[in-house]
């Protein structure tokens, strides 16, 4: 099933260098197809969209200052069962827990800057889609 995801390359992956790395690891799965692909410095209004579901949690501000804090690498990348595929090769959020192999597992450090944000259903990457390229058909 052919599906699309959004994909963000965190300020702390464009700083230490790991766009080329984590792109690579992402053309390497046999089918994928980057459909859109953008450095960006993101404002303040777009991460609130973005980031909605968090509002109030205790990492929101944190996290809020860390987006900003310089551009990200944003992705729409198309191919079969990508959301889950990207979210494997991202491992889970949480770097200590990530195995080696994954993106987060080989490069991750603190949870919140964790390198790489992969939507996680159909229903959010429609939504972050929209979001980040809304001039995508
Ligand atoms: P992501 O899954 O892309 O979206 C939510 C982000 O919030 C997550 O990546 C981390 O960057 C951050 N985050 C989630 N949980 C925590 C936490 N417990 N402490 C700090 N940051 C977090």
């Not at 992956?13 to 792109?23: D, M, P, S, T, Y």
């Not at 509002?55 to 889950?84: C, D, H, N, Q």
């Not at 990530?98 to 949870?111: K, Q, V």
Request: charged share 25%; net charge negative.
């Amino acid at each position: 099933m052919s599906q699309r995801t959004l994909v963000l390359l965190k300020p702390d992956a464009v700083k230490r260098r790991l766009v080329g790395e984590i792109l690579r690891r992402i053309e390497n799965k046999a089918g994928w197809t980057i459909e859109a692909l953008e450095l960006r410095t993101l404002e303040r209004e777009v991460l609130e969209q973005h980031y909605a579901e968090h509002v109030g949690k205790p990492f929101y501000e944190p996290l809020m200052t860390f987006m900003s804090s310089g551009p990200v690498v944003a992705l729409v990348v198309e191919g079969e069962r990508v959301i889950e595929g990207v979210r494997a090769l991202a491992g889970p959020t949480d770097p200590i827990s990530a195995a080696p192999g994954s993106i987060r597992g080989d490069f991750g450090t603190i949870t919140r800057e964790n390198l790489i944000h992969a939507s996680d259903s159909e229903e959010s990457a429609q939504r972050e889609i929209k979001i980040f390229f809304p001039g995508l058909a």
